[in-house]
């Protein structure tokens, strides 16, 4: 399919591409709003679970939905007459390929960082951790320009200046302060047992992530050129799977084996948390949408829309107090955001230095990968 019919697909009469944005928006705000709910709320049996096992469970459905997507897709691109044995050998030879290995790094990392956004979420407000959080968009552009060589625009720059300095407006202290620690929501059930949010904590949780998002995005992209060419969903089975070995041994074995031996692994389980599982788990596929169908930029701009429905979800639902810094910090983030991902506009040059000459630009990047949309050589990792 090619891009311009993919762009105008329709459901139900409502374009693919608005579609996949919507949700993707909703899906962004509901995760964080229910992951930090999930650490919050009320104990369950008198226990809360461990992250560990979050991160474990999150992978394993990853790789169980990944696992059946490129199944289906390699049946829908199979020779008439191909068996069955015949496309589990052709998956799993794929999916084991002599370099699959070399993912292995941004697995653990992604897990790392997997772990990270549990510690943020339990000691933030989703409004401020949605906020700060867009700091990957730096992170990954500074390992791009060291790692892989591009070059950024002057306006790229500017954005990403705007960017530090909204979050850092955002993170100003104010005479009241705007935390959930003292006033803990009126809406949202509160309990005796409702653990303390530590502000610090919860800010190098998120900046340790950002700096690990940008060098595994960035690290996951160099592996990838240097790489078989397999399906989208083929390199999800293979991150997937290589994540699973740091979240069982570092995490559930080595972190809280202890505990879980003590108590269980799902101690502390409810529908709230397995709801934050599996939207976390998910939320890979619903981005390959917004990439799918619409493009990079939509995917940003659903991120913009997810911040603004965190900040009003977090003051009706966790009385989250709204000051002029955190207004003024989200509007200029927001801006920095549309700002980085709307393309540049490069004058005409009557003579183009040769492409061997010339360090690509982000924008052609984002043209690269679109090239490799196809089912034969879709490649990027979509993240979370």
């Known amino acids: ?98 370099d699959s290995w070399k993912l292995a790094i941004p697995a653990a990392l992604y897990t790392f960082q997997n772990s990270l956004q549990y510690v943020a979420v339990s000691n933030l407000d989703a409004a401020t951790f949605q906020v700060t959080y867009q700091l990957k968009i730096l992170t990954t552009a500074l390992f791009s320009v060291t790692m892989l060589k591009r070059s950024l625009s002057a306006k790229k720059w500017v954005s990403l200046v705007l960017l530090m300095a909204g979050v850092a407006v955002v993170q100003l202290p104010t005479g009241s302060g705007h935390t959930e620690t003292t006033k803990h929501t009126a809406r949202a059930p509160s309990a005796s047992h409702h653990p303390d949010m530590n502000r610090y904590v919860g800010l190098m949780a998120v900046g340790v992530a950002c700096m690990i998002s940008g060098l595994a995005g960035v690290y996951f992209e160099k592996v990838l050129k240097d790489s078989t060419k397999v399906t989208l969903w083929v390199r999800n089975v293979q991150l997937s799977f290589y994540s699973l070995f740091p979240a069982l041994f570092f995490g559930v074995i080595f972190k809280d084996g202890a505990n879980i031996a003590k108590d269980g692994f799902f101690t502390g389980y409810n529908s709230v948390v397995w709801t934050a599982i599996s939207f976390q788990a998910v939320g890979g596929l619903l981005v390959a949408l917004v990439v799918n169908y619409a493009d990079n930029i939509a995917k940003n701009f659903a991120t913009s829309i997810s911040i603004v429905i965190s900040f009003i979800a977090s003051v009706w639902l966790f009385n989250f107090e709204i000051t002029m810094n955190f207004l003024l910090g989200m509007l200029i983030v927001l801006y920095a955001t549309y700002l980085y991902s709307s393309p540049d506009r490069r004058p005409t040059m009557q003579h183009e230095p040769p492409s061997e000459y010339r360090q690509p630009s982000m924008d052609e990047d984002r043209k690269f990968y679109e090239d490799l949309r196809s089912p034969a050589f879709s490649e990027k990792r979509v993240i979370e």
């Open 1 to 98: 399919m090619s891009s311009d019919s993919r762009r105008s697909a329709t459901l139900g009469g409502i374009p693919l591409s608005y579609l996949s944005l919507a949700t993707l928006s909703v899906q962004n705000a509901a995760l964080i709003l229910v992951m930090h709910y999930s650490r919050i709320m009320p104990l369950v049996d008198g226990h809360r679970y461990l992250t560990s096992t979050a991160v474990f469970m999150n992978e394993v459905i990853k790789l169980s939905i990944a696992l059946v997507v490129a199944y289906l897709d390699a049946v829908r691109h199979a020779t008439p007459g191909t068996t069955t044995s015949d496309l589990t050998r052709s998956l799993l030879s794929q999916v084991f390929s002599s």
